[in-house]
């Protein structure tokens, strides 16, 4: 008891010294670019947030970064988000992020950085079926492991090679280098990596046909990744988890789980995750020969699929319907949706799923009487299947896997021992409790508050990055994303609701005469002026650009007349450096009403009010022009 409680105490303090201390500058904005990169490095080593709600962090911080010109914080956090969205397998955004930070990165010349940027783009290449620069970058990645120099990075080294040669259907080698990260990870008490190990290994046991074992690999791995409260990789290992009971013919069981995918990755936001269990739902109903249901279910999926660039999980669905039109006799259906995958070959550049295409066609020559046609793409797809199972190939898969297994209970009996001796160590200590209770008590007491102080700047953290995210940093007024919520909230509320597009008159003549700098301050007035002259229950926000929304209630003709002249008043009796001060800032304004009785869209609404907007434009300029929605006038009201 009391080794445990002192491990504890040490342990904060490390935490304290990490987190506590530098989080002082995070609060009000990192003042140095070491203490930005600090808080980088914690959200690397994050292994519980969701990479959706990471990415949503990064963004403020690459904003920080970017004002402040501290070009290696951006580019480490470019790097993680990089990693980040190959986890959420949104290959497009992943490829372009990439496609614009590897120059800078190579050029910047950081070790470590340059290796988490050649992880993640080992993965783009094993699916983009590139092979020379695929073995090239994976021999430089294998050459950094070998010189024993990156800590706790080399498991992840081992860990990315592995998995490009899963990718690649190279089980042998992916179970080597499996082998070899499970022991770093292992050495290092790296638990929920461990779990992301035990999961490959189970994707491997289910290519391989073994559906039991890799079922007892996907549920050790879930139970890790419910214990530390990792609800990314829990619903990874049980949509997993969930193919296996189906290749196990436990079809109501892999439903279930399937649909507890579904909602754990509802609540991480994490739309291609969901995406990709309801593919399973649709191919489970082709299984239980639910040919209308799974058509049923599969639509959507396609521009969904389509939208993330995920041309195999297309493919895939594509593949169902075509089955499905096949068993409902509609042979037109079904050739024209095979006409769709034969596009998709080429940039899935995959023998495999070439093969799935070939035994599909087939089917559909015989359901059209083309029998010697039918016949032959059978007899290619069965060659190939013959070719992939070889019996020295197997034999030598089986052998690394039977070693692997091996090895993971020789480790398993290690940590075992290892327990027994610390249950030793404990009765024997317990002989001592008595005496230092009082010290014990105490440390408790610290590690409490440490604890607390920890939880508060976490908490702390988050709501200075979500108040970020919100206000325009020019001139700290909310930006579009908030008042447009706020505006939405409203009109759900059944609020009657005005809103008015402010454009500032002439705005480029002033950036072009008196320089952008004065074309900033401008925007600040304006925005003190509308801080101060706006009733306390009204809002504003930057809708874009020198475009202002405004959020009004209960608005009267006289108000909205009120409004525009105090406006124009206090922005014309400001003083604006970089502006003379004869100079005279005028605006145009259009406003579109909706009442409470009336229902509506807030996108309908701002339209209104930009036809408005544009009205007064048209009329000259500095004046609004409110367009009622009971109006029969076609332009609104002119003032």
């Not at 403020?60 to 470019?78: F, G, H, P, V, Y």
């Not at 969205?85 to 372009?96: C, K, R, W, Y």
């Not at 930057?542 to 003709?557: A, F, P």
Request: charge should be negative; aromatic fraction near 10%; charged fraction near 25%.
């Amino acid at each position: 008891m009391q080794l445990k409680t002192l491990t504890i105490f040490s342990t904060a303090l490390l935490l304290l010294f990490l987190f506590l201390i530098p989080s002082k500058s995070l609060a009000n904005e990192p003042t140095t670019e070491n203490a930005l990169i600090t808080y980088i490095k914690i959200l690397e080593k994050d292994q519980t947030t969701s990479p959706t709600e990471t990415l949503e962090v990064l963004h403020n911080t690459l904003d920080i970064s970017r004002r402040n010109n501290w070009k290696a914080a951006e580019l480490r956090a470019q790097a993680l988000s990089l990693n980040l969205l190959i986890e959420l397998e949104d290959i497009a955004a992943a490829q372009t992020l990439s496609d614009q930070i590897e120059q800078t990165i190579y050029a910047f010349d950081d070790e470590e950085l340059t290796l988490r940027y050649n992880m993640a783009k080992l993965y783009l290449l094993s699916n983009s079926g590139i092979t020379t620069s695929l073995e090239s970058l994976r021999s430089e990645l294998k050459h950094a492991v070998s010189l024993d120099k990156h800590g706790e990075l080399s498991g992840h080294l081992l860990y990315s090679i592995a998995v490009s040669y899963m990718d690649t259907f190279e089980h042998t080698d992916a179970i080597q280098y499996l082998h070899a990260a499970f022991r770093e990870f292992q050495s290092s008490n790296n638990e929920v990596s461990k779990g992301t190990v035990l999961s490959s290994l189970g994707v491997i046991y289910a290519d391989l046909g073994n559906a039991e074992k890799a079922s007892e690999y996907f549920e050790q791995s879930a139970a890790i990744a419910r214990e530390y409260g990792n609800r990314f990789d829990l619903s990874v290992v049980l949509y997993n988890h969930a193919s296996t009971q189906v290749d196990l013919g436990n079809l109501d069981i892999a439903e279930s789980i399937f649909k507890e995918t579904i909602t754990i990755s509802k609540s991480i936001d994490d739309e291609i995750g969901v995406a990709w269990a309801e593919l399973s739902l649709v191919e489970l109903e082709i299984e239980r020969s639910n040919w209308g249901k799974a058509l049923v279910l599969s639509e959507g999926l396609q521009q969904k699929f389509e939208d993330y660039g995920d041309n195999l999980s297309l493919f895939t669905v594509k593949l169902a319907q075509t089955n499905a039109y096949l068993a409902l006799d509609k042979d037109d259906n079904a050739h024209t949706t095979l006409q769709e995958i034969e596009k998709l070959l080429p940039s899935i550049n995959s023998p495999v799923y070439e093969n799935q295409y070939h035994y599909t066609l087939s089917a559909l020559k015989y359901a059209r009487g083309e029998y010697q046609h039918a016949y032959d793409l059978l007899d290619k797809s069965s060659e190939f299947q013959y070719s992939m199972f070889e019996e020295d190939q197997q034999k030598q898969i089986q052998r690394y896997a039977v070693e692997f297994d091996t090895t993971f209970q020789i480790l398993k009996n290690e940590a075992l021992e290892k327990d027994n001796e610390l249950q030793k160590l404990k009765i024997k200590q317990q002989e001592e409790q008595k005496k230092y209770w009082i010290f014990l008590v105490t440390l408790i007491f610290i590690v409490l508050i440490i604890t607390f102080l920890l939880l508060a700047k976490q908490i702390q953290h988050r709501n200075l990055f979500k108040a970020l995210a919100l206000k325009d940093p020019l001139t700290e007024s909310p930006n579009r994303r908030a008042i447009l919520q706020l505006a939405q909230d409203k009109l759900n509320n059944k609020h009657a609701l005005s809103v008015a597009i402010i454009d500032i008159d002439h705005f480029k003549r002033v950036n072009d005469n008196y320089g952008h700098d004065s074309g900033d301050n401008v925007l600040k007035a304006f925005s003190d002026a509308c801080k101060n002259v706006l009733r306390k229950h009204d809002h504003f926000g930057r809708y874009g650009g020198e475009e202002w929304l405004l959020v009004l209630d209960d608005t009267s003709l006289d108000d909205f007349e009120g409004i525009f002249s105090r406006l124009r008043n206090e922005l014309n009796s400001s003083s604006i450096p970089g502006i003379p001060s004869n100079y005279e800032i005028t605006f145009s304004m259009g406003v579109a009403v909706c009442t409470n009785s009336q229902s509506s869209e807030l996108r309908d609404l701002i339209n209104r009010a930009d036809s408005s907007l544009y009205c007064a434009k048209e009329n000259g300029r500095n004046n609004f022009v409110i367009n009622n929605e009971t109006s029969t006038a076609p332009n609104g009201i002119v003032v």
